[in-house]
Structure formats: structure tokens, C-alpha cells
């Protein structure tokens, strides 16, 4: 079956960088784009972009351009976020999500990571 | 950035009822627009995709219909399982996002 599992809680001091993998299992790595999410506390879903697991193509969300950064390892079928400049405002679970896409229907993240939290604490 | 409107915010129903919730686009998505089930300190479910598909696996209680901006999804005979916080997507254009969520209570 389809498995995206995360690594764990971290906690940061402002300024700092932190890299949350997104191991994938059950299916073909290549073939399938990952997208991450994040969730504030209390707050709505936020969408920070996409890599494409088989090219290693990049979409960053402009919300978030030139902090956030992809990349993925498809010998271990992992993919990886890597924030940076980290503020108190980033506290947040971050997901990564499978994403199905079909040219009638568009695309819609049909499996999910447990999440990760994250806090940006001094 | 399109913006997505839900409402209500939340509500309350019992056992057994029909619910709906509402989600406006701020422009037109097409039917690219997907729902979600989120359940406390877990991630979110895919419920609906393409506005009006049901994601394999998940009860035929839950139905989604609309297109262009106006979406709704309705969860027939309420169960206490479903209690949860409910979520549109637009998928249309980048960045894609997210509604504020719906938060569905068992009276």
C-alpha cells in the first residue's frame, strides 16, 4: 500500500534551517509529483509547492520563494523540504502529499504524510 | 492568488441529518476544485476530487457537486465518525489553495 512517511518533530531557533524528508513506499517514486503543506496552529492549509520526483522540477509558492527548497533522492524514493530563515510564524506542521494528476480531472493529493511538527522557538 | 470562501465556518447537526457546506472561488476554477476530511492531529483525507468524484474507498454518504466557482459537499445520514474539520482545494492555478475549513459537530 501507499506510504509517505515524515520525519520527526523539530524544534528550531529563529534564523535557523530546518530539512523534513517524506519517505515513499508501495509505489513508484518517479512517476508522481510531491507536494508539501503546512498547517499553523488553528490556521488553514498552506501550500508551499512541488517537485517532481522523476525530473527533480521545481514550483515554490511566490509566498515562499528564495526560503523554501526541494529536493528528492530516488534511490531511497524520499523527497526532502528544506526551509530556511525560520520566524515564529513558521511554527506549523508540515505534510508532504502525493499528487494524482489526470488531464480531465486535474490533479488532487490523494495520499499523505503524518506531518511534521515544527517550532520556531528562541 | 485565487481566494476560497467557505461556509459556515461551522456547524452543528445531528445523527442521521444532511449537511452541506458551501465554497466559493474568488474566479473560475473549472470543476478543479477537491475536499477534504481532516480529523483531529491527523492529515487531511481526500474525499472528493474534480468537484463531483468520490475518492475510492470513502462512504457514498459524502457527494460533492458544482462548477466554475460554487462548490458544496454534502454528507447524508451524519455519523459521529464525521466529525471533523472539512476543506476545499482549487487546483486550477498556482498557488493552489486552501478554504478556511468547516467544522462539522455531532449535537
Known amino acids: 500500500q501507499v506510504q509517505l512517511v515524515q520525519s520527526e518533530t523539530e524544534v528550531k531557533k529563529p534564523g535557523a534551517s530546518v530539512s523534513i524528508s517524506c519517505k515513499t513506499s508501495?509505489?513508484?517514486?518517479?512517476?508522481?509529483?510531491i507536494h508539501w503543506v503546512r498547517q499553523a496552529p488553528g490556521q488553514r492549509l498552506e501550500w508551499l509547492g512541488w517537485?517532481?520526483?522523476?525530473?527533480?522540477?521545481?514550483v515554490y509558492s511566490p509566498h515562499f520563494r528564495g526560503r523554501v527548497f526541494f529536493r528528492r533522492d530516488t534511490s531511497a524514493s524520499t523527497a526532502y523540504m528544506e526551509l530556511g530563515s525560520l520566524r515564529s510564524e513558521d511554527t506549523a506542521v508540515y505534510y508532504c502529499?502525493?499528487?494524482?494528476?489526470?488531464?480531465?480531472?486535474?490533479?488532487?493529493?490523494?495520499?499523505w504524510g503524518q506531518g511534521t511538527p515544527v517550532t520556531v522557538s528562541s | 492568488d485565487i481566494q476560497m470562501t467557505q461556509s459556515p465556518s461551522s456547524l452543528s447537526a445531528s445523527v442521521g441529518d444532511t449537511v452541506t457546506i458551501a465554497c466559493r472561488a474568488s474566479?473560475?476554477?473549472?470543476?478543479?476544485l477537491n475536499w477534504y476530511q481532516q480529523k483531529p492531529g491527523k492529515a487531511p483525507n481526500l474525499l472528493i476530487y474534480?468537484?463531483?468524484n468520490l475518492q475510492v474507498g470513502v462512504s457514498s454518504r459524502f457527494s460533492g457537486s458544482g462548477s466554475g466557482s460554487d462548490f458544496t459537499l454534502s454528507i447524508s445520514d451524519l455519523q459521529p465518525e464525521d466529525v471533523a474539520v472539512y476543506y476545499c482545494?482549487?487546483?486550477?492555478?498556482?498557488?493552489?489553495?486552501f478554504g478556511g475549513g468547516t467544522k462539522v459537530e455531532i449535537k
Open positions: 502529499a502525493r499528487r494524482h494528476y489526470d488531464v480531465l480531472t486535474g490533479y488532487y493529493l490523494d495520499y
Open positions: 508501495g509505489y513508484t517514486f518517479s512517476n508522481y509529483t
Open positions: 517537485i517532481n520526483a522523476g525530473s527533480g522540477g521545481t
Open positions: 474566479q473560475y476554477i473549472n470543476i478543479h
Open positions: 474534480a468537484a463531483s
Open positions: 482545494q482549487q487546483s486550477h492555478s498556482t498557488p493552489c489553495t
